[in-house]
């Protein structure tokens, strides 16, 4: 009795399978007339997310973020620059945004994958117009010294969502970042310094006397969901951005004011209603990064 069973299973998994490969959109929505998706989740509700800080020993700050399969890792660089006459109390943040082939299929060898520069600029504009990062912070000698800081992220698993993910490493390495030591050399100039605690010796005072961390404020998350027909599915997987394409990202701050919105284009309008059922939803996954970006930091402290 028990083999007819267990080939009636497997002949039903072998259809349902061949039925969502040749149907994908049509398998899809059968789903979604029941208000869940094909991963089993509320229409709702985001992938299961985490946070390791310190995920790079070797740079000043850094964070792995996963939301779902979809996986970034976020590494920043300080050096020490010239600031710029119109900005001489000012330091600079550079991002930068890497695809490489391991992330996903659809990413060839020695090309550059088309999302890569897209992501950077929404990552640029949305850190920038937030105000998270006050630029004054990075200064060392007014008009002659200040932090350059390279934000570095790499995305080792695009199952999409991809800015949300991006932009969840970039601000948990910035709260991970440490000021290195600092310190006028002979020639006047700031040069990067091995401290005592690092089993070094200091010969001459430092600039900035302890490695401190960097204020954050307004600290900026982001939701991105799909708008197909009368439905809002929050966070797609990558097969549910290949079928379904209208998206739209809503950004807020911790305070939850809204940042920016995008819309890349779709074939669905976005109406108030469903503007505001968007911001709803960001709303409520603003408070569930921020709890955990606050464990992730406990957990940091209390090692």
């Known amino acids: 009795m028990g083999l007819p069973d ?4 497997l002949s039903s998994e072998v259809e349902v399978d061949a039925f969502r490969r040749l149907f994908p959109l049509r398998f899809c929505e059968r789903h979604l007339s029941e208000s869940i998706r094909p991963d089993g989740r509320p229409l709702g509700r985001a992938r299961d997310t985490t946070i390791a800080l310190g995920a790079v020993a070797s740079a000043d700050g850094s964070a792995l973020a996963k939301i779902g399969s979809t996986t970034m890792l976020a590494a920043i660089k300080m050096e020490v620059m010239t600031p710029s006459m119109e900005s001489p109390d000012e330091g600079c943040l550079a991002i930068d945004f890497h695809m490489p082939p391991i992330c996903s299929p659809i990413v060839r060898p020695g ?3 088309e999302a890569s520069p897209v992501v950077s600029k929404q990552l640029s504009d949305t850190i920038s117009s937030s105000g998270m990062v006050d630029l004054k912070e990075l200064s060392l000698v007014s008009g002659k010294a200040a932090w350059m800081a390279y934000l570095d992220i790499y995305c080792l698993d695009a199952d999409r969502a991809l800015f949300d993910a991006a932009l969840l490493s970039a601000v948990a390495a910035l709260s991970h970042l440490q000021f290195p ?6 020639d006047g100039r700031v040069v ?3 401290s005592e605690e690092d089993g070094g010796k200091l010969e001459k005072e430092p600039v900035n006397r302890e490695k401190r961390k960097l204020t954050l404020k307004s600290i900026p998350f982001s939701l991105t969901c799909i708008l197909h027909k009368n439905y809002i599915l929050a966070d797609p997987t990558a097969e549910e951005e290949s079928i379904m394409e209208t998206l739209v ?3 807020l701050d911790s305070s939850s004011q809204l940042i920016s919105l995008y819309k890349p284009g779709g074939p669905v309008l976005a109406n108030t209603s469903v503007i505001q059922d968007s911001i709803a939803l960001t709303r409520q996954r603003v ?3 921020q709890k ?4 992730a930091n406990s957990g940091m402290e209390v090692d």
Request: proline letters at 4%; glycine letters at 4%; aromatic letters at 0%.
């Open 249 to 251: 990202t809503v950004v």
């Open 181 to 186: 030591t600092v310190s006028l050399n002979e």
């Open 111 to 113: 090309r550059p994958a």
């Open 6 to 9: 267990a080939s009636g299973d």
């Open 287 to 289: 408070r569930e990064l």
């Open 292 to 295: 955990i970006l606050d464990e």
């Open 192 to 194: 990067v310094v091995v």
